[in-house]
């Protein structure tokens, strides 16, 4: 079955313990991303890549890490949690057409954070 | 990309026909007409995108407008199941360019009763 998994589910941790939150997907996707969704702001891009070893920035990267050396992993990485990092995370993925649109986004199940 | 608006909120008696209407006036010719839902808490689900021309797949129908302003999309016959938030997106076509991003609104939340 073609998905995109995350890993873990919940997590409550204390502020400056470094914690990675890994995405895999098995749909051998070039373009994967990584973004946050808050109450009343809706979903912002944290960092994307367009393939392996090519990562930038999207429009909410502060304090924030990611890393793609395999294409099927995307892994974001928080090397200093803080409260305002709270939030439900999700991991995205696509492939891309030579021309014409892009292919629609799979999304992980999510990521809810909790940085006491 | 173009910006959407939505109703906040719908309600649709389960087994009939949900329209779900989104409005893009300031829609370019190159911008598509993509649909997501977000059941509570979970990840977003595509749903369908389109250009100019009506598509249909086996979870909805996307009606776009000849000029292409508003569209709408229809859930033919509504289950308790397809009680969630949908977005209305609008993007433009892209190659291999950076970003990609999606910006999901506030969305409409269709509840579908009993």
């Known amino acids: 079955e073609a998905q995109v998994t995350q890993n873990p589910r919940y997590l409550i941790t204390v502020t400056g313990k470094k914690l990675t939150v890994t995405c895999s997907q098995n749909?051998?996707?070039?373009?994967m991303s990584w973004y946050r969704q808050d109450p009343g702001l809706g979903l912002r891009q944290i960092y994307y890549?367009?393939?392996?070893?090519?990562?930038d920035k999207g429009d909410v990267p502060e304090g924030y890490k990611v890393s793609r050396k395999e294409k099927r992993n995307f892994p974001l990485i928080l090397e200093s949690p803080s409260p305002n990092q709270t939030s439900l995370y999700f991991c995205?993925?696509?492939?891309?057409?030579?021309?014409?649109?892009?292919?629609?986004?799979?999304f992980g199940d999510g990521t809810r954070l909790s940085i006491l | 990309d173009a910006k959407t608006t939505q109703p906040t909120s719908m309600d649709c008696a389960e087994g009939r026909a949900a329209n779900l209407p989104c409005n893009h006036s300031?829609?370019?010719?190159?911008?598509?007409v993509y649909w997501y839902r977000q059941i509570h808490s979970q990840g977003p689900q595509y749903i369908i995108h389109?250009?100019?021309n009506n598509e249909t797949n086996e979870m909805a129908s996307l009606i776009i407008t000849e000029d292409r302003k508003s569209s709408t999309l229809i859930l033919p016959h509504a289950t308790l199941r397809d009680t969630a938030v949908y977005y209305c997106?609008?993007?433009?076509?892209?190659?291999?360019?950076?970003?990609?991003?999606?910006?999901f609104g506030e969305g409409t939340q269709l509840t579908v009763n009993p």
């Open positions: 995205a993925s696509s492939s891309f057409l030579r021309t014409g649109s892009n292919q629609p986004q799979h």
């Open positions: 749909m051998n996707h070039e373009y």
């Open positions: 890549s367009m393939n392996v070893e090519v990562t």
């Open positions: 300031t829609i370019s010719g190159n911008e598509y």
């Open positions: 389109g250009l100019k």
């Open positions: 997106i609008v993007r433009v076509a892209r190659e291999k360019t950076s970003g990609s991003r999606l910006t």
